[in-house]
């Protein structure tokens, strides 16, 4: 018992550190901030534009009607603050291994006692945190205008599916991260993800306009399920506890990828020990 | 209690490399020999020095028995445990410094820094911000620790490495070249400093390629030159190995080809060794060991160096050095293998 409350408290700390750590490095490197909080809006207005641009002033009426929602605006910014932050967990959790890499301090982490799985995990806490500030500082103003639905209870709810939904972003990034201990390249990687989820996720229109195989392969993906779950809740009122079937399906999503990042990382590990790759930069 | 803290069997690291010649050429993979079949054993409270030229293979020695890479042949073990089967058992018993300016976080203060990695080492909060402060104070940062890591100099940054190799109170301290880098009395500093751990009781494995650092600080010293160890030994016995012979050490500007050819071919010289630290004035220094008296030798060697046009700014003559037991045993100098390393 004395054992496992040691292990517990030891990772806790570790947490700490890199929590501590990353929100240092936000808060001195504060216009990201800004950028996130104000991208979701510019996205919706570039979207609002391309589709004026292209339709004219039947643009709302087009969308609204194949979007099911006339309320096009928290449409967009829902799926635009999901979109930032599903980029963000990919590109950062993905560039984690190597930025330590290039700064030198990769070494120095894996030397410590710290379980290299909490180490390297830990950036999901200071991650989510940012990206739910994020979400909340881009929607919540809108909400109280009116133009959504405000139940306390469905935004809590809808905070941990955000929170759930990211795990396998977290998983896919992870992956990505421990490939590069290897192949030095997570840029390249993480763009190609990047564009894939961004095209195929809904965040800026629906999926029903997609071919039909297309659609089927945007609806695996653990973004286009939190799209539409918070949509859902914030646009229709519907109470996140009657999703549990797709609430479950991301968590067994997160679950997958993240035990095929373990595998992944455990592989290129020791890999990366054999070729004296932890150093090279 | 175990007698050593440290025992390496034969460790061997071989690496890969690729040799990259032009934009569409194929490159050339290349078989690197860094550590060559090293064995050695580190008594319990020593400091034991590796010294030997650029990759020679000290730093992939350190790396391997802080378990950053995996020995292809040999074992080893740290503090009693096995590197490869009990990591992290070693982990926890060794602290590390391996850049003297690498490896921190830039945009973290001195302390944050301490407090991160203290944090990695599992050590409660109140007992790393006490270490901390303690820390700071030995390695001279009070001052500044509340600074950016990214307005620290060189020889702050290494203040600060050193300070983080001993965050956990190891018993086994690795330090790589611990001195790169810094001021003459920075150096001076973390060489008391790592005097005092050593009175303290920590055993320290500390790489180094200065000479007079190695016979300052060590009790023991392996020589180690192309990945193999060539001496052990302490620094009074291995300067025994040269035969007792006067050392002229030269300063001068204009050292030329045909000078060393000359000098090479003079029946009293028994080795030269050249350091050229100016390519444009060709100005460096001359160590040339002697068969006989330097009395009888250095009228003849003045003469040469008048007769090639050097100009000599120092001339001292002294006794061998761990230097020269370098030379003699590899029949080439530090700078020379230096250059042969970059070369490859």
């Keep these: 018992m004395k054992k496992i409350k040691e292990l517990v408290l030891n990772n806790i700390l570790v947490i700490r550190a890199v929590f501590m750590r990353e929100i240092l490095y936000w808060v001195r490197y504060p216009m990201w901030f800004l950028t996130l909080i104000s991208f979701p809006y510019l996205i919706s207005g570039l979207f609002y534009s391309i589709g004026y641009a292209m339709s004219g002033e039947n643009a709302i009426k087009y969308f609204s009607e194949r979007a099911g929602t006339s309320n096009v605006l928290l449409y967009q910014l829902v799926g635009s603050a999901i979109f930032m932050i599903s980029i963000l967990m990919i590109e950062d959790v993905g560039q984690s291994i190597r930025v330590e890499q290039l700064r030198g301090t990769l070494e120095y982490n894996y030397i410590t006692a710290a379980n290299k799985i909490v180490l390297w995990g830990s950036v999901v806490v200071p991650h989510g945190l940012i990206s739910l500030t994020t979400l909340a500082t881009s929607l919540i103003p809108v909400l109280f205008m009116g133009l959504g639905a405000v139940d306390p209870l469905n935004l809590l709810l809808g905070i941990f599916v955000l929170f759930i939904g990211l795990m396998p972003l977290f998983g896919i990034g992870f992956v990505v991260a421990a490939l590069t201990m290897r192949f030095k390249e997570p840029w390249a990687v993480t763009n190609i993800i990047k564009a894939f989820i961004s095209a195929f996720s809904g965040f800026n229109y629906p999926i029903t306009i997609l071919p039909l195989w297309l659609q089927y392969v945007s609806s695996i993906l653990p973004t286009t399920m939190v799209t539409n779950i918070i949509r859902e809740a914030l646009l229709f009122n519907k109470k996140i506890y009657t999703m549990n079937n797709q609430v479950e399906l991301l968590t067994l999503m997160g679950l997958m990828y993240f035990t095929i990042a373990l595998v992944v990382y455990k592989r290129w590990e020791e890999e990366a020990r054999k070729r004296g790759e932890l150093s090279k930069y | 209690m175990r007698d050593y803290a440290i025992e ?123 270490r901390i402060e303690e820390l700071l104070k030995i390695v001279d940062l009070e001052k500044d620790a509340d600074k950016l890591v990214e307005e620290y100099s060189t020889g702050m940054k290494a203040k600060l490495n050193l300070a983080r190799a001993l965050l956990n109170d190891a018993p086994i301290l690795m330090l790589d070249e611990p001195t790169l880098g810094l001021d003459p009395h920075s150096a001076r500093k973390v060489r008391e400093l790592i005097l005092k751990l050593k009175e303290e009781g920590k055993t320290i494995l500390l790489t180094t390629h200065n000479m007079e650092e190695a016979d300052h600080l060590c009790d023991r010293i392996a020589i180690i030159n192309r990945g193999k160890i ?115």
Excluded: C
């Design chain 2, 8 to 130: 390496a069997e034969n460790l061997t690291k071989i690496f890969i490399t690729k040799e990259r010649r032009g934009l569409f050429r194929r490159g050339v993979r290349k078989r690197v020999i860094a550590v060559d079949h090293v064995s050695f054993k580190v008594r319990n409270g020593e400091i034991f020095g590796l010294l030997g030229p650029n990759g020679a293979g000290k730093t992939t020695t350190i790396k391997l028995l802080a378990t950053l890479l995996i020995p292809d042949e040999g074992e080893a073990w740290v503090n009693g445990y096995h590197i490869v089967r009990e990591a992290d058992k070693v982990r926890r018993s060794i602290g590390v410094s391996l850049y003297s300016d690498r490896g921190l976080y830039w945009k973290l203060t001195g302390r944050e820094n301490l407090r991160y990695f203290a944090y990695l080492y599992h050590i409660p909060p109140k007992v790393a911000e006490r």
């Design chain 2, 230 to 344: 060539v001496a052990l030994d302490t620094p009074e016995e291995l300067k025994r190995m040269v035969k007792r012979q006067d050392v002229v050490v030269i300063e001068a500007i204009n050292i030329n080809r045909e000078l060393i050819k000359a000098l090479k071919s003079e029946d009293y010289i028994s080795y030269i060794s050249e350091k050229i630290k100016d390519p444009l004035s060709m100005s460096g220094t001359l160590r040339i060991g002697l068969n006989e008296n330097s009395r009888e030798a250095l009228p003849n060697l003045l003469a040469l160096m008048t007769k090639y046009r050097i100009k000599v700014q120092y001339i001292k003559v002294t006794g061998p050095s761990l230097e020269d037991v370098f030379i003699t045993l590899t029949k080439r100098g530090f700078y020379e293998e230096d250059q042969r390393a970059s070369a490859e």
